[in-house]
Each structure stands twice: as C-alpha cells, then as structure tokens.
C-alpha cells in the first residue's frame, strides 16, 4: 500500500530534550516537506527537499533541522524543542513532475514540549 | 507562491450542493489550482486539480473562469461525511511539491 508513514504519533517530552520525529515513504516520491499545523493558523511549510541532499526552508523553519539521505526518508529534527513547538506535524511526498495526486500526506505527529 | 483567500466557514444541510470559492489574483501562467480536504487530526487529503475550465472527478468539480483569478469547488449532495476543512492550494505542479503555501481553509459543517 502506498503511504508515507511518520513515527511517533504522538510524543510528551521537556524543553531542550532533543528529539526526531521520522517520516519515510514507499512511493519513490522525488519531493517531500514537512508542515505544521496550529489552531487558527493552518498547515504552515516548515523545510522541504526536492532529491537526496538537496533540501530548503518553508516558512518557518527556525528551531528545526531536516536531512534527505535517502529517498524514501525525511527526518525532521528538533534539537532543543521548545513549548513554542508544540504542534501537530505532518510529513507529505509528491512525485516529481506533478500528478493528479500532488501530495501524500501521512496521518500526523502530536508533539507536546513542556 | 500565489495567495489565496477563502471563506473562513460554511454551513449545508445533508443533499446540497456546497460551492466554495478561493481567490487568486496573482496567479500565474503556469499555476494549476489544487483543493485539498482535511479530517480533524488527519493529513490532507487531495481533491481535485484544475488549470482552467471545469474539472471533475467522482467525489467534486472544480470551475475556472477565463481570468483564472478564482476557482470554485462544486461538492454535489453533501453528506454529513463531508464536514472538514477545505484548502486551495495555487502553484506549479512542480513547484506545488516543493514550496508550498496553505492558506487558512474553509470550514464546512454540514447539518442533518
């Protein structure tokens, strides 16, 4: 079945507690970003990445870190996580070229930073 | 990335037909217009895609005057099944997968 599937759904931690929050898909998608989404504010682009190594900054990428070693991975990195971060994150995949289907999105990771 | 307005909510009743409109006035040549829908503590999921005209597909259509400068996602006979955020996203198909920006999304209740 085709999906993007991040680890943890859900996660409690403390501030400066550095944590990584994992996203891989199985489509061989060219393109992957990483949103979050706050009440009243919508999904807001954190980082996305076009191939393996090439990665850029969304809309708000302060505090975070991103990396795309491989294809089907895109791990999104908090190193000192603050309660500011606390959100709802998703991760999403596209092929490049565009389809009829632009972006799979995976089913979400709640953070809690106390 | 073309910004994109649209009606902060709706409401319908069961068996209507829910148009929603999404301005764009700077939308650009290449840009297609992507709407998305989202359950609450779910991803997006997509919809329907357009460049102009009318699109349509088994769950929506999607209408696209001449100007381009807004677009209208048609949901015929809505159920109650139907009661999320609706977001349309403006881009290039490639750029839509790269840079992307959401704007706030219309909420529709639908009502028994």
């Known amino acids: 079945e085709a999906q993007v599937t991040q680890n943890p759904r859900y996660l409690i931690t403390v501030t400066g507690k550095k944590l990584t929050v994992t996203c891989s898909q199985n489509?061989?998608?060219?393109?992957m970003s990483w949103y979050r989404q706050d009440p009243g504010l919508g999904l807001r682009q954190i980082y996305y990445s076009m191939n393996v190594e090439v990665t850029d900054k969304g809309d708000v990428p302060e505090g975070y870190k991103v990396s795309r070693k491989e294809k089907r991975n895109f791990p999104l990195i908090l190193e000192s996580p603050s309660p500011n971060q606390t959100s709802l994150y998703f991760c999403a995949s596209t092929p490049l070229g565009g389809s009829n289907q632009p972006q799979h999105f995976g089913d979400g990771t709640r953070l809690s930073i106390l | 990335l073309a910004k994109t307005t649209q009606p902060i909510s709706m409401d319908s009743y069961e068996g209507q037909e829910v148009n929603i409109t999404c301005s764009h006035n700077?939308?650009?040549?290449?840009?297609?217009i992507t709407w998305y829908q989202q359950f609450p503590s779910q991803g997006p999921r997509f919809i329907i895609q357009?460049?102009?005209t009318k699109v349509t597909n088994e769950v929506a259509s999607l209408f696209i005057p001449a100007d381009r400068k807004s677009s209208t996602l048609s949901l015929p006979r809505v159920s109650l099944s139907d009661t999320a955020v609706y977001y349309c996203?403006?881009?290039?198909?490639?750029?839509?997968?790269?840079?992307?920006?959401f704007g706030d999304g219309t909420t529709l209740t639908v009502k028994p």
């Open positions: 357009g460049y102009k």
């Open positions: 489509m061989n998608h060219e393109y």
């Open positions: 700077n939308i650009a040549t290449n840009d297609y």
């Open positions: 996203l403006v881009g290039q198909r490639e750029t839509n997968a790269g840079k992307s920006t």
